[in-house]
Nanobody, 120 residues
């Protein structure tokens, strides 16, 4: 039913930019906090950035000043703008969202992941 579909990943050179998007669909009543996580090969999944329904943002120290997170509530979509990319940003990026199918019940959902590779 509810799905998070990511797009925008790819291969980019050091210093380049990419914009990831994640669109939620399927019987959505409302969406609370949304965020992006990433997982490098052999590493644990880590928080990249979050954004609340009111627009308050939080970033990992490693991406602060380079990445921005935004959302379009009318489109049920969250974005991650990645600038000044470094090889250490290489990872699979996952979208996450707290979604309510009704006014009284929220569940947590994950996207399928999209690969971001930064070459030096």
């Amino acid at each position: 039913q509810v799905q998070l579909v990511e797009s925008g990943g790819g291969l980019v050179q050091l210093g380049g930019s990419l914009r990831l998007s994640c669109a939620a669909s399927g019987g959505i009543f409302s969406i609370g906090i949304m965020g992006w996580y990433r997982q490098a090969p052999g590493k644990e999944r880590e928080l990249v950035a979050t954004i609340t329904s009111g627009g308050s943002t939080n970033f990992a120290d490693s991406v602060k000043g380079r990445f921005t997170i935004s959302r379009d509530n009318a489109k049920n979509t969250v974005y991650l703008q990645m600038n000044s990319l470094k090889p250490e940003d290489t990872a699979v990026y996952y979208c996450n969202a707290n979604i309510g199918k009704t006014s009284w019940a929220f569940d947590n959902y994950w996207g399928q992941g999209t690969q971001v590779t930064v070459s030096s």
